[in-house]
């Protein structure tokens, strides 16, 4: 491994040492790697130096893990505390580090789970109520919010896995279901550091077209103040949209994201984690609640992003969540296609320039989903099972399940639920693709015609086309209709009749487009000719 | 938080919207959330935010459920069809009751409303009548929605089928179409095979030709982009 990066000007921290892992040193030993990373992570918080810190917290930190620590522990908080002035927030940060690196490599035991919660109480408390001065990488915040929330998911799936938990691990789910990783503590902390942070006002002055020093800056405050509790709170909107998303409730979980525009750049867009999760959870949502036009919107945006920049990610240590994420959204986005066959809303194969033709989103999908689709268009209900358990968000129940009967496993209650619904919502809409595919055929059709060619009666036909009519128009937030119909028609006593698919070329975009080339052209010959 | 609702105890003149904004995750508001449901039954009100916050507190603390409230909530979600309240509320309640009655005879209802099959929906609910008619307004909200679907589908809709989706016949239909022609622009006539027909208002829904273009509107994005070069 080298130096891994040279700091111009920067000559504190040097992550390449010989050293190799040695079991036989005593438990409380702590390594001089340890000793100069803590001790150079520490002064570079005390010295705001917020480039080093990233450095410190992205790269070194990870090196160190998986050189030193693949199968075991970092030393405790309270073993380093010597190295950096036994600084109370910063050991609360190290462990936040040393829990999240425990969750990730190391079998977590239940101590460890609630060591973390209590250390996760105490950080959180120390930066709503306490005076903090820091200037942390958003990155950090984002993985803190992240990881509380993936924490609180990991102990309720652990805690509804019954059938191998000891006595003594059922009598403490029992003695500290109301204290540990509750889901009304979970909640209310994320809400208060929301709250606290009064990001809703920053975000609300945004809307009305100002532009604040919080999104101009990524977050960051450069007037010496902390940027630690104003972008936790924003943080942690995402974060709360996402824990009712996993509870099952869309409603609010897009309630919650409507504070953010996710088709502008924000903060949201500096983390890349951040930037899938915002859309992965609000996609989701909105196809869950029918409204399968953003949902389309939304997931081509962000894969069309992740395609143009997976190459700078390739050695990120979250590469691997992103192409599954990735790949989870190809399959949610044949779901909504197969709802909603509006495919002009996706990156089309002509798109970009031949030789990455392969890379758009539209070819991805066949070639990624493009058999599951088939399968979908002929009612194969096992497709549509296997994409949304695929690509669904790991679904949590929030309560202790009932101790007294450890052979049940409730694991999967929560994810069966939303399954169940959604394959219902699949059943209700299934005749639908098959009367597009007529009525597109057709000016006017008799609806007993069109009956015979799908194969139904007149009344079911009937009933049919009040579905498509139904579940292809709803009431929007300010009441109006919205239509999400890829083929509009009209009954008019026994026959219908469908409105010429509308052609909807973008003049105006072409224009402005090809304005800006000549405006851009001109001004290069300009200059050629005052040389 | 429990100060925060101290505060609010002083402050009575918050409505309930208010409170479940202030407090969503707050277990000590579940019996004013409880009295709020059977409060919008009797005055034939919907709130659907206060109602799913109820349901999320019962999902935290599923020992406190009250199935005669989650009834009321779901009729009252079956109600605000076209919303998606039903589909909504029933992602909160645990898998265990769905196959119970009456939740289970709910989601039927639901169904047969989502796939609008309106004869075989008030056929189910003259056998429901005990979960139903204690929620004053049920049948003219869902008479609602059906004209509502109607009018997204149907320029001209035969009497039979109109009578169908309301649940209504003979005079009580002659009465019904009377005030609709009166009020809602509705005409009344006799169709090809002689039977009755009635002409919905028209809407950009039920007549494509009343859609706006949107391409012909350019969004003040894309106009921005010009700035620079008109500058």
Known sequence: ?531 | MVSEWEREQEQPQLTMEQLVALNPYNPDILPDLEAYVQEQVATETYSFDSNLCLLRLYQFEPRNLNVNIVTKILVKALMAMPAPDFGLCMCLVPERLHMLHPFFTLATLSHYLETARFREFWDEAARNRDILEVIPGFESAIQSYGVHVLSLTYQKVPRAVLAEALNLEGLSLDKYLEFHAANSGWKLHKGHGGSQVVTLPSNEYNDPSQRKNAGDNISLDVVSKLFPVLA
């Open chain 1, 1 to 531: 491994m080298a130096a891994g990066y040279e700091r111009d000007g920067y000559g504190g921290y040097e992550d390449s040492y010989d050293e190799r892992p040695d079991d036989a040193h005593p438990p409380d030993y702590v390594p001089d790697y340890v000793k100069s990373f803590v001790g150079y992570l520490y002064r570079s918080i005390r010295e705001k130096n917020v480039y080093e810190v990233h450095q410190m917290y992205e790269s070194s930190f990870s090196k160190l893990s998986e050189r030193f620590f693949s199968k075991s522990h970092w030393p405790s908080a309270e073993l380093v505390a010597p190295y950096v002035d036994n600084d109370h927030v910063f050991c609360l940060l190290y462990k936040e580090m040393y829990y999240r690196h425990v969750y990730a490599k190391l079998n977590v035991t239940f101590q460890e789970r609630l060591e973390s919660w209590d250390n996760y109480c105490n950080l959180f408390t120390v930066i709503l109520h306490g005076n903090v001065n820091m200037q942390l990488p958003n990155q950090w915040l984002w993985d803190m919010v992240d990881e509380f929330i993936y924490q609180f998911q990991a102990f309720c799936q652990y805690r509804t896995k019954l059938k191998n938990k000891t006595e003594q691990e059922l009598s403490w789910l029992k003695q500290y279901d109301e204290q540990v990783w509750n889901v009304y503590g979970v909640a209310n902390f994320l809400q208060a550091l929301i709250d606290k942070s009064e990001i809703l006002q920053v975000l609300e002055e945004e809307k009305d077209g100002a532009v604040t020093a919080f999104s101009a800056n990524d977050g960051y405050d450069y007037e010496g103040g902390s940027n630690v509790l104003k972008v936790l709170g924003y943080f942690s909107i995402i974060g709360l949209a996402r824990v009712h998303c996993l509870l099952g409730d869309y409603h609010t979980a897009l309630k919650r994201l409507a504070h953010i525009d996710l088709t502008q750049h924000g903060v949201y867009s500096s983390v890349i984690g951040c930037h899938i999760t915002a859309a992965y959870y609000y996609g989701f949502s909105n196809m869950m609640m029918l409204r399968y036009i953003d949902a389309i919107k939304t997931f081509n945006q962000v894969l069309v992003y992740i395609s143009k920049t997976r190459q700078y990610h390739q050695k990120s240590s979250q590469f691997e969540w992103i192409l599954k994420k990735n790949e989870q959204m190809y399959a949610l986005l044949a779901i909504c296609l197969w709802f909603c066959p509006q495919w002009h809303l996706v990156e089309s194969e002509n798109a970009r320039s031949d030789s990455q033709r392969n890379e758009t989103v539209t070819h991805q999908l066949k070639e990624k989903r493009g058999e599951k689709l088939s399968k979908m268009h002929k009612n194969d209900e096992a497709a549509f099972d296997e994409c949304f358990s695929y690509a669904c968000p790991k679904f949590i129940s929030p309560s202790l399940p009932d101790l007294s009967d450890t052979s049940g496993n409730y694991s999967q209650e929560a994810y069966r639920l939303q399954l169940k619904l959604f394959l219902s919502e699949v059943r209700q809409q299934q005749l639908l693709n098959k009367i597009r595919n007529y009525v597109k055929l057709y000016t006017t059709i008799s609806i007993a015609k069109l009956a015979s060619l799908v194969e139904v009666d007149e009344a079911t036909l009937r009933m049919a086309l009040m579905t498509y009519k139904h579940k292809t128009h709803y009431i929007d937030d300010d009441g109006s209709v919205a239509s999400t119909a890829d083929v509009e028609f009209y009954i008019d006593e026994d026959v219908v009749h469908i409105a010429e698919p509308k052609v909807t070329k973008r003049f105006s975009e072409i224009f402005v487009r090809h304005i800006l080339k000549f405006d851009e052209l001109v001004g290069d010959l300009e200059r050629v000719a005052l040389e």
